[in-house]
């Protein structure tokens, strides 16, 4: 991120802009551009009732739109980049295109003009006298405009963010627009015109300063440069050719898009004003996109060796946009020095290794480069690396050397004489390059180089890099040093009854020259022959060890040899089989590499995939991946040489290919399609020897498909052909990704009801609906209350809790429940019944989102067959139901027992209260106020054994009640 601040584009005084190592542009007022921003018809990715651009509306007619009615809101694309807009004097100028209706005098619209960014929002009102219309005359369209104050310094429209002008409209004097009385109404609207507008060539538009080019950028590189690698300011006239191609890296875009920009053009001037390059930029040249929001590239530009001055040049991008604007985007100048050296290994710049070995000698040839334009330089070479007194370094040249003109080379040799014990040895040889020149009369370091080689320790002898190719060595299916990288098993095509060409390339590892025994491990059969790849000789089996000698080869390089196989001719024997190569160092035997590769015989016709609905790797179609269908498109090719007949070719079906089905059942189930580019399907194809043709194969699979990679067959047969008819089999692979996790709970045995104290074995089945492998763990508990579940237990028995699920597979379990020994008869407890995935089988964990438990309510009823028990149990276990009515039986006992003695009292009460009659009324003469209360009820007067004597008939006590 701090790298493409560095190399944002600054304006420079006058309309120029250079890289500059600022954070942000600078913003001052002659580097902004004046900018007309007209209101088009509406836009549907901009949104809004009009749209905001530099490009002005010449077709599409007039638009417009009542402000008076509704507030019209006009709006910019979405900025591609940051835009800094600045006013004129802080103001943002307005014209618009519009008329002020009414019906009768005096009425007046004020406009209200809303300039919006981001949250940031500025206005400005005008007010404008209606014109009156009649019936015979309207009223013109007129020409209105308005300024909004916006900062003085400016303000920012954000990327992606869009600028939005909103016009509204309040009228006056309209307040009677219904007057009553068969009056007519008063009619008066404000409206705005935009787009193309008749009889005008203006618009209705905005005016600000901006620059929408601004973040534009432009850099100069070495060939083959990322943007972070920065600029190359230093260049030399005779520097090697790939440091003579000066890289130019540029991206031009507008705010407002790519429709903003109408021409680029790249300019290198020399120091004497001579135009090196002149270049329009467009998508016609290899490098250069043309998108929808910017033109950006690379255009790469070699100059010749020695034709250009030393000096300054100057490098710059001009582009114009569409509304006439020129803007200079301005490179740092580059130097074309004078004095300059390049310092490489001998073998080339790629060459950045260099090999040691115990008591040997390294010899390092160098090369000198005098890259600048002229003038004589005298070398000194220092080897930089601290190397103790057991190592003898030199040059062949200890006095240096002399380079003396511009692209004038020399060949200095470093010689490294190793001591027995490599433990100390540096990791890295650095060698200077110190260049000096006369300048002005004196001597002067003009120019230095310096040239770093990682130092590798190595044997005398070593195992070697062996690596397999086709033919033409533009494929390489394996190597000794990366082997993983390869596919081995991808078949490599081997024409049945000739021998088809492979390249065997073995590079010498080791410190000293060597040669190289070949066994063949595997050859399935075939014949192989190895031929020398320069002399065409045939290498000849040794018959004392049973090996293929090489020649000897120097150290570090190459041996090209030449495998010919051909494949065995037993009709029998696989197509396809794995062909295994040791390579051992003579030397030392036990320094040995091993290459291999997938051979498949062909009998004059085969078949590729060369493009899949997911691509890489092509054969092999992903169903997650390929969202629109799995499908490939198919070359066959009739391989056959020795004719000129066309043969029909038969392509059978996969569903109905019996090596699939041998392989899966159910791969007859799935559904394929082979089609030609129309959509028809296409059972032959006829072809000429050597011609080839395309078909898809489109590749449908049933529902309920096992995740794995699955391996099919494609067969090509010869058609009306029965004895050994020419054939080919072309394998593909579909995977066949994870689904959701899925269970399913369902009871095997079947219901029965449980006894007090009894266990009950229920089986049940866990189905898993997935396609893949599932770990489940299964387990039961109580789920009614806790006080219903007191006393009972459940258990899973047997099998365990964790069970293994095949894919679309079941598994069975036993769950055990045992009831109490007080358990009451009718009782009803539910047990619940879980499956929960884990882990899928070999894949890790579960995600959250792929988990679906299942699980199954059972109910358990109890029956008790003895009477005497279920009673026993219903008392020492008095359900809910049944300890309620023991309570409500008991208070009704109580308050029987209760309502008898009331009773009781109440007529002792009476009888007393009878008897004492006309006591009270002479009590009551002699004092109102002194009397007796009756004795309370229950009370130690009322307990004397003859209280109950007096009978009373039930009609006299409902009386006294």
Known sequence: ?????????????????????????????????????????????????????TDEPQSGGQRDIVVSEQTAQFKSPRMLTDLFVEGYNGLVRI?????????????NATYTFTLVSGGSSWSDTVRIEACERTLLSGCPVLEASAEISVPADGFDIDEDEQLVLEISADMEGCQDQNPGNGLPSTDCTATIFFNDIEGTSDHTKLEFKSNALSESLLIVQRDGAELIDGSQLEWYPNDSPDNRIMQFRFQVESSFGRFDINSVRLSLVDPSGIMKVD?????????????????????????????????????????????GHTIVIEHEDLVMKQFGVSLLHGDGVERSVEYIAPSQITVI???????????????????????????????????????NEGGAIVNPILTIESPQDLRNAPPQLVIRAVGEAIVDGSPEIVATETLYLDLEKVDTYASPFTSIWNENRTQQFDNSSRHDSFDTSTPRFVEDGEFTVFIMEIWNNGFDEDEFRIDILERSKAIIQIVDNDTGVVIVEDLNDGTYHTDSINRHMTEVLQIRVKPSGDRDDSDQGLIRFEVASEGN??????????????????????????????GTVNQTSCSDGMSMRIRVTNSISDSST??????????????????DETYSQWEFKIVDNSGDSIPYLTLAPQQSGEVTLEIDPPDQVEMDSHILYLRIIEADVEDDPAYFDMQFIVEIGPGNVQLEIVQVSADAPINAGEERDLVFRVKNLGNQPQFVYVDVDCSSSSTVCTGWDSDIRGTGNLLTIEAYGQEDFTVEISSPSNARSGERVEFTVVAEPQTLAGQGSVDDEQISSANLVVTMTVEIPDIITALMNEIVNPSPTMLLVFIVALVTIVLGVQNRRNRRRLANLAYE???????????????????????ALGSEEDSSGDEFEIEFDDDDIELLE
């Open 279 to 323: 270049q329009a930029l467009s998508d016609s040249l290899e490098g250069v996109d043309d998108t929808n929001w910017a033109i950006s590239g690379i255009y790469d530009w070699e100059y010749s060796r020695g034709s250009m001055t030393p000096g300054e040049y100057f490098v710059s991008l001009e582009v114009t946009d569409i509304q």
């Open 589 to 618: 035997s036990s320094k040995i590499s091993e290459v291999e590769f997938t051979i498949q015989r062909t009998f004059g016709v085969r078949a590729e995939p060369v493009f899949d609905c997911d691509s890489v790797p092509l």
């Open 95 to 107: 014209k618009m295109f519009h008329t002020v209706e009414a019906s009768n005098p005096g009425v």
């Open 913 to 935: 209260e009878m008897e004492d009659e006309g006591d009270e009324d002479d009590d009551q003469e002699v004092d109102e106020f002194d009397f007796e209360l009756p004795a």
């Open 646 to 663: 066309s043969t029909n070719w038969r392509l059978i079906n996969p569903a109905d290919l019996q090596r699939n089905i041998d392989s």
């Open 1 to 53: 991120m701090v790298m493409l601040l560095a190399l944002v584009p600054v304006s420079s005084p006058g309309g120029a802009f250079a890289l500059q190592e600022i954070p942000t542009p600078n913003r001052v007022s002659a580097q902004m551009y004046d900018y007309q921003i007209f209101v088009a018809s509406p836009n549907s990715t901009a949104g809004g009732d009009g749209f905001l651009t």
């Open 365 to 403: 040839p160098l090369q000198l480069q005098h890259r600048g334009s002229s003038g004589q330089l005298d070398i000194d070479l220092q080897v930089i690396t601290n190397f103790n007194s057991n190592w003898n370094v030199s040059f062949d040249a200890p006095g240096g050397y002399i380079l």
